[in-house]
């Protein structure tokens, strides 16, 4: 027999595939296109996926490599998966194997998958789900905006992208998951994909879907898993034993060959966007794979983000609307502004949020204060002097923790003992500036003695699983007070909490980051709509919000007294417009990292007058600047921005100005990120 050649996709910044020659051996099959296969490179060996085969190779005789093994054990990756790799490669102007084998669990790259046999056998058992123990709970009756949009959905023929826009407490969820039985019934093979923006913050939802689905194969995949429970779970999916995957924005890579719709809650949460390595965008590939598949894709949320708002404007989405709480007796709290200028706040708390507290802890009823901001204080610094605490590593300041009585760097993780006296001027007296989360806990400590007051946020919560049962506390009542960052916005389902206080939003206001205000917006109506969600109780207290703010007359806090989202998100996509910013013109950014800032710059100045900027009509570059955070662990970041009102064209762009950066030898480290969040 003639010998095969096989062309692998591999896991390196080299853009392009390798030839390998496959030798056969008594009783091995053939290998196949989707296959893994392990493969000499340098001096390592690695895993690839084989993408094509042939008898042919234009590598020499003499340089060609032979093929390790292949994985015949684990069923191949669909011609469709291996399409969205590649879309989602060239899309993000890398290399397909850079996209393709990151998104295979880990077992099933190392050389020795010895677990692979095991896990695959531990498959056929089915042992994923605690289903035994699980008792199915109820589904409510849907109201009529439910029901309509649970009809539309499952009976959706082919590709259509839905957003279903409900307010906080609409019965989202609730849709997702008759939608899903509907969907599941009509298929007895179909599979659902459900993404969430953090699984150890929404443990309801997961709770729910397994309670509601019992007796149905139901996976995970979020980054926190075990390698080995990872396998697992993404063989359950890959092999369709899986009929729900339950999965953070890494599932949307997840291989499903019989997915029947995509679900994205909270569609307009960051985290969608991965921010390393392949900054891809879970929520746009999910649109993408629906099309692919011609399978519906829904995407929830009460504050959508401005693309997907613009989509359905344009009728490109069709928008479902839920307009009211759906617990019979639940009505959206009031939102009220207090303004700190003329009440001036102590232990950062006016009188009237005190006030507001009392009368919660009279009628046995939760409180919510977020403030965004962990630690004890932000800084710390020297009256005689004005030393403060900055970072030696960072543009940064280090932040208090006091009770660990450490000074931390939140961004590179520079710790120190917090100084006795100046290390400046040697005066003992150093004070704290401004307030985090565990000052807050402090100062309430004192002013209500008797309460029972509970912090959530990154420090609390270190511990694997622990934010999880923080918020068990939370929901069994043992809680009367409860501080927390953005962690404690996320679809937290409280039954017992009628207020909910924002602490000192104002300076995302002010922001250099044009998208600031947006996300403002929606943390603070996330945050707001945990209060009042299992409705009036007699003689309890009315649901409210306060915001205590320096600007009470900012239009942002306005729509938000009004419920106004759609008022709020067609005025900014008006001023995008006018300013002609995203989603109106496609961005790219391209980062340089140096140990000096004029290095990077200097970089970045290079590539700007590049042959292929030349050549190409209808981009913008700007000019380089520093990051807004230049400095993190003593490398200096620049970026600069290109634009253009055509996507076609931009990427037309990218693909000739990235190779042209490539074939240059630079000192720097840089990259370019398309569809940028964080400009
Ligand atoms: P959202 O995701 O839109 O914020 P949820 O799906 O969490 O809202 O629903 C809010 C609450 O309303 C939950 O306690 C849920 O069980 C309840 N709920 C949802 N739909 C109904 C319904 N049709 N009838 C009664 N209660 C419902
Ligand atoms: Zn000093
Ligand atoms: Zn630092």
């Excluded at 853009?15 to 009783?27: C, S, V």
């Excluded at 340098?42 to 190779?57: F, M, W």
């Excluded at 980051?513 to 209060?531: C, H, I, K, P, Y």
Aim: hydrophobic share 40%.
């Amino acid at each position: 027999m003639e010998p095969i050649y096989l062309t692998i996709a591999l896991d390196t910044p080299l853009d392009r595939l390798f030839d390998y020659r496959w030798l056969p051996e008594d009783g091995c099959p053939l290998p196949e296109i989707g296959q893994i296969a392990l493969v000499p490179f340098g001096r390592q060996e690695i895993a690839g996926l084989i993408v094509g085969i042939s008898q042919q190779t234009e590598v020499p005789a003499d340089k060609i490599k032979t093929v390790l093994a292949v994985r015949h054990q684990c069923p191949s990756l669909s011609p469709q998966w291996i399409d969205l790799c590649r879309f989602a490669a060239d899309y993000y102007q890398r290399p397909l194997g850079e996209v393709a084998i990151p998104a295979l669990p880990k077992n099933l790259r190392v050389p020795k998958a010895t677990s692979l046999d095991r896990n695959l056998k531990k498959l056929a058992k089915l042992q994923l789900a605690h289903e035994h123990d699980a008792t199915p709970n109820q589904e409510p009756i849907l109201n009529a905006e439910q029901q309509a949009a649970v009809e539309t959905i499952a009976s959706t023929a082919g590709f259509a992208s839905y957003l279903l826009y409900g307010v906080t407490g609409s019965g989202k969820t609730e849709v997702y998951l008759q939608t899903a039985a509907r969907v599941l019934a009509s298929d007895s093979q179909a599979q659902i994909l459900i993404l969430v923006p953090e699984i150890n913050l929404t443990p309801q939802l997961e709770g729910n879907i397994r309670q509601r689905f019992s007796g149905i194969q139901i996976a995970t995949l979020h980054s926190g898993m075990a390698e080995g429970e990872r396998l697992l779970h993404w063989l359950a999916a890959h092999t369709g034993e899986a009929r729900i995957v339950l999965g953070t924005r890494l599932a949307i890579l997840s291989s499903l060959p019989h997915l029947k719709m995509i679900v994205i809650d909270e569609e307009h949460d960051p985290s969608y966007k991965q921010q390393e390595g392949l900054r891809y965008s879970a929520r746009d590939l999910a649109v993408w794979r629906a099309h692919q598949l011609a399978i519906p894709v829904v995407l929830g949320s009460a504050t959508p983000s401005l693309e997907t708002w613009q989509h359905a404007k344009a009728g490109r989405y069709r928008k479902l609307e839920l307009r009211q709480r759906a617990v019979q007796s639940a009505v959206l709290p009031v939102v009220k502004i207090v303004n700190t200028e003329r009440e001036k706040p102590s232990e950062g708390l006016t009188q009237r949020l005190v006030t507001a507290i009392r009368l919660r802890l009279e009628k046995g009823e939760q409180s919510l204060l977020f403030l965004n901001r962990r630690g004890y204080a932000p800084v710390i610094h020297c009256d005689a002097c004005g030393w403060i605490s900055n970072c030696t590593r960072c543009t940064a300041h280090l932040v208090m923790h006091k009770l660990d009585k450490k000074l931390r760097c939140h961004h590179c993780g520079l710790e120190q003992r917090i100084p006795r006296n100046c290390p400046t001027c040697g005066n003992v007296d150093l004070q704290p500036l401004g307030r985090g989360t565990q000052r807050l806990e402090e100062g309430l400590k004192t002013l209500f003695p008797e309460a029972r007051v509970f912090r959530i946020d990154a420090d609390s919560t270190r511990l694997k699983g622990s934010a999880e049962a923080a918020f068990d506390t939370v929901h069994r009542g043992e809680v009367d007070i409860l501080i927390g960052t953005q962690m404690v916005a996320k679809g937290h389902d409280f039954k017992n909490l009628t207020l909910v206080a924002a602490l000192n939003p104002d300076s995302a206001l002010f922001s250099q980051d044009f998208r600031a205000s947006e996300r403002l917006f929606a943390q603070l109506m996330q945050v707001a709509g945990r209060a009042g969600r299992a409705g009036q109780k007699e003689g309890g207290n009315l649901s409210e919000v306060l915001i205590q703010t320096r600007y009470p007359d900012h239009p942002l806090y306005h729509a938000l007294m009004a419920h106004e989202y759609p008022r709020f998100a067609d005025d900014l996509l008006e001023e995008r417009q006018q300013a002609a910013m995203p989603p109106f013109i496609y961005q790219a950014l391209l980062r340089a990292e140096a140990r000096e800032l004029e290095t990077a710059i200097a970089f970045l100045q290079m590539a700007s007058q590049c042959e292929p900027v030349q050549a190409h009509v209808g981009i913008t570059m700007n000019d380089p600047i520093p990051m807004t955070m230049v400095r993190v662990h003593n490398v200096e970041r620049a970026q600069l921005l290109v634009e253009s009102n055509s996507r076609p064209a931009l990427q037309a762009f990218l693909k000739d100005w990235i190779a042209e950066l490539r074939s240059m030898k630079v000192r720097v480290k840089w990259g370019v990120e398309i569809d940028p969040v964080d400009i």
